[in-house]
């Protein structure tokens, strides 16, 4: 007996979708995202914090909660799961994305594409998950106003800032709306457009410091790496140790359990290859791995295991610096739900995958059993390649400015390509309803994060949490 055909499924014509995007405003207006409310159930900030540190290096700690308290903006840095936490109760129009998780103005800055040139994109994808595509705009507004309360800027700086950036990105997921899916996912930033768009933007000084920043960004490569991070021991290159921030394998383990580590890190490189495109994984295997040194990266990520591994090519000058970072849960999953991969690893680069218009040739991830037999997921990219992030405290208020429209065009552009543009585009609107709405929203946010970030300054000052410079 023959089976009947599975008819294909009917897909919303273009103004089906536009028409679902307006509706979602009937029941999450553009206006209520002004607000936000700390209710009287409102976790302990705290405790979350310590609930994440339950699961890290117990002696990076320390560091993790000192480079948090340094300032409310390096507070917020490392916060994304206390504000994952509050944007679950705000209002939410429905569509779904696949999300950053940690959209901050400082995970944006320029990478490499694999053919050599300089982009603009999303770099952090620690969270990533699918959710409320709102979820990433407010993060990066928030962020905007903390950093520019920092330098200083008034109200009215700030909300020109803030409105300047969210414009950006309803006015791009406009254009996005409007374009064919395949002209969606070539779009990118690159180095060329970037200058152009400073044109009338910024000062002249301005440009031309972001010139030297670009030409920067091309020297922090893994050669680059290799002159500042190693050193020749008995005739051996060797990675050069920096305690606390950068230990040598050789330098905290006894000779029988180094040994067993580091045959499991040749386990997982070997193993990690088998997540890379076919030509990558040639690519790797002409590369020998020689040595490990565990290392403190970002102000969030402190006390997560990372591990950089030096391995060699054709000889001893032909480096190759990759990172292999612990992947656990996205601090989203307990609002959005769980990832649907099993590992973590495997979220993260699905996701950055996803958003970025051009990923690391090198991503790829593992899952490892370490030493002390647990089990846990790792994301593997190169340490360094070409990378150039903006220095928020050098900006003034023209240039944040300017820095925030570049940002929010690029969030509208990983958001397309995952998420209904038709509808998020219908939804925002023509007119500056959301743009305003977040302006109030981010300066509400600030308030708590400034509160949030006091609480934790007293709480090292009265003992009740460990702080380390670092």
Same mark, same amino acid.
């Given at each position: ?134 979820? @990433?705009?407010? /993060? +990066?507004?928030?962020?905007? *106003? ?8 008034? $109200?009215? %700086?700030? !909300? ?29 930033? @690159?180095?060329? /457009? +970037?200058?152009?768009?400073? *044109? ?8 031309? $410091?972001? %010139?030297? !920043? ?257």
């Amino acid at each position: 007996m023959g089976h009947d055909k599975e008819r294909p499924v009917r897909r919303a014509t273009p103004e089906e979708r536009a028409a679902e995007g307006r509706a979602a405003r009937r029941t999450a207006p553009r206006s209520a995202h002004a607000e936000y409310r700390r209710g009287p159930d409102r976790p302990d900030p705290l405790a979350i914090l310590e609930a994440q540190s339950a699961l890290r290096v117990p002696e990076l700690v320390p560091i993790r909660y000192g480079r948090m308290t340094e300032s409310p903006f390096r507070f917020y840095r490392g916060a994304a799961a206390i504000m994952a936490s509050d944007l679950a109760g705000t209002p939410d129009s429905g569509v779904r994305v696949q999300l950053c998780g940690d959209a901050h103005m400082l995970n944006f800055r320029l990478l490499a594409s694999p053919e050599r040139r300089l982009v603009f994109d999303i770099n952090d994808f620690d969270e990533t998950l699918p959710g409320p595509w709102e979820w @990433d705009v407010k /993060r +990066l507004s928030s962020s905007l *106003v903390i950093a520019g309360r920092a330098n200083d800027f008034d $109200e009215s %700086e700030r !909300a020109d800032i803030v409105a300047a950036t969210v414009r950006s990105y309803r006015e791009a997921m406009w254009r996005f709306a409007e374009m064919r899916n395949l002209d969606v996912w070539y779009a990118q930033l @690159d180095s060329e /457009r +970037l200058q152009e768009m400073a *044109v009338g933007r910024v000062s002249k000084r301005a440009r031309h $410091e972001l %010139e030297v !920043a670009m030409s920067k960004a091309r020297t922090r490569d893994s050669l680059q790496a290799f002159g500042k991070l190693t050193e020749v021991v008995d005739g051996r290159r060797r990675i050069a140790a920096d305690p606390p921030l950068l230990v040598p394998i050789a330098d905290f383990l006894p000779d029988v359990e180094r040994t067993a580590l580091m045959a499991q890190f040749h386990d997982l490189v070997e193993r990690y290859a088998h997540t890379l495109p076919s030509d990558r994984r040639a690519l790797l295997g002409g590369f020998q791995l020689v040595d490990v040194a565990r290392k403190v990266v970002g102000v969030g990520s402190v006390g997560t295991r990372c591990w950089i591994f030096l391995l060699l090519g054709r000889d001893s000058e032909d480096p190759l610096f990759l990172q292999a970072k612990e992947a656990g849960p996205s601090v989203l999953a307990a609002h959005v739900g769980a990832s649907r991969y099993r590992n973590q690893g495997e979220r993260v680069v699905s996701g950055q995958r996803l958003m970025q218009a051009t990923s690391d040739i090198f991503l790829g991830w593992e899952r490892v059993e370490g030493i002390d037999g647990r089990t846990r997921d790792f994301y593997v990219r190169q340490l360094r390649d070409w990378k150039g992030i903006a220095v928020a405290e050098n900006m003034v208020p023209r240039g944040m400015r300017a820095f925030g429209e570049l940002c929010g065009a690029t969030l509208a552009r990983a958001h397309a390509r995952s998420g209904d543009r038709i509808a998020i585009a219908a939804y925002l609107g023509k007119g500056d309803a959301f743009d305003r709405a977040l302006v109030r929203f981010a300066e509400e946010y600030a308030d708590q994060n400034e509160r949030d970030h006091e609480a934790l300054v007293e709480a090292v000052r009265t003992g009740r949490l460990p702080s380390e410079a670092g």
